[in-house]
């Protein structure tokens, strides 16, 4: 399957308002945080945030299909030794452009940075908020289906015979344990913490996300030749495992040295497909 991958240069607040409405499946992005990285690429003063942040989401919503999903990686800082609220206040004010915040899940970084601290221990998660424009969107859950291995045989054992068959008579609540249902299977559905550690293989940006993480979102809300956006696009993680997974995907990056970067190497992979087809052809 040919897909394509298309990236702009930009301010993401104007180069959205190219993109068609309701043309996109998936919006998987991680924006600057609040303050932080301002050598790098000018992270947004806290108080502002939410101002900067409501006319990108206003965008992104209308270039969403009703069946698609934006996840939003992002995590507060401390600073004057509290949490700051502004992920807070941009989920209420999201909802009132008719974003509905369907889900949180938990990016466990397995590997984060040590540290001590007098009132707080270090810093292991970042959240990843999903919103949608409507309750029924796709989701593929059997694709994140994860194996039970060892989980399995150590929870069965403990498990009485009158347990491994549905047990619905005391309560009569519907809800019953339904393990039975499990005995056989050797894959279970995942939670919404994902386990990931921050190392990833790309040195090319001081704020890249491990590949992991957009695979495991595209997996979930995608299928093959869907298409993929993420506004924020740095180093391009997100469009690159997107196109490894068949999946067309569009990028924007304010930066040019981030961009050509990406640029360079999409130039690169196109080239050697080129190149093959070429072969193959003769
Ligand atoms: C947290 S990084 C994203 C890293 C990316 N997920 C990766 O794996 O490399 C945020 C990126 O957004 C870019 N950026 C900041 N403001 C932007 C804007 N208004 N429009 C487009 N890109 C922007 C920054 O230059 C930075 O590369």
């Known amino acids: 399957m040919h897909v394509k991958t298309d990236i702009r240069l930009g301010d993401c607040t104007d180069i959205l308002k190219q993109l068609p409405d309701n043309s996109v499946d998936l919006v998987f992005t991680s924006p600057p945080y609040a303050d932080q990285r301002i050598n790098t690429y000018g992270g947004i003063p806290v108080e502002q945030y939410v101002d900067w942040f409501l006319p990108i989401a206003f965008e992104l919503f209308r270039v969403l299909k009703p069946t698609g999903t934006f996840v ?143 695979e495991w979102f595209i997996k979930l809300f995608t299928k093959p030749g869907d298409t993929v956006l993420d506004p924020f696009m740095g180093s391009g993680t997100t469009n690159f495992v997107a196109k490894r997974m068949n999946r067309n995907s569009i990028g924007i990056e304010l930066l040019p040295e981030y961009f050509d970067l990406v640029a360079t190497e999409i130039y690169k992979e196109e080239f050697v497909l080129f190149e093959k087809e070429e072969k193959y052809a003769k």
């Open 72 to 214: 939003l990686n992002i995590k507060e800082k401390v600073s004057n030794g509290e949490r700051s609220t502004y992920v807070l206040e941009l989920i209420l004010e999201m909802r009132k452009q008719g974003w509905l915040w369907t889900e949180e899940f938990i990016w466990h970084k397995k590997n984060s940075y040590p540290g001590k601290w007098p009132n707080r221990f270090r810093d292991s998660w970042e959240r990843l908020i999903q919103f949608n424009k409507d309750k029924k969107f796709n989701m593929y859950q059997e694709a994140v289906m994860v194996p039970m291995g060892d989980w399995k045989k150590s929870r069965m054992k403990n498990l009485s015979e009158r347990d491994k068959v549905r047990d619905e008579s005391k309560v009569g609540s519907g809800f019953g344990k339904n393990i039975s249902n499990w005995i056989d299977r050797d894959l279970a559905y995942p939670t919404n913490v994902i386990h990931l550690a921050t190392e990833c293989n790309n040195k090319n940006h001081s704020a890249a996300f491990p590949e992991g993480l957009p």
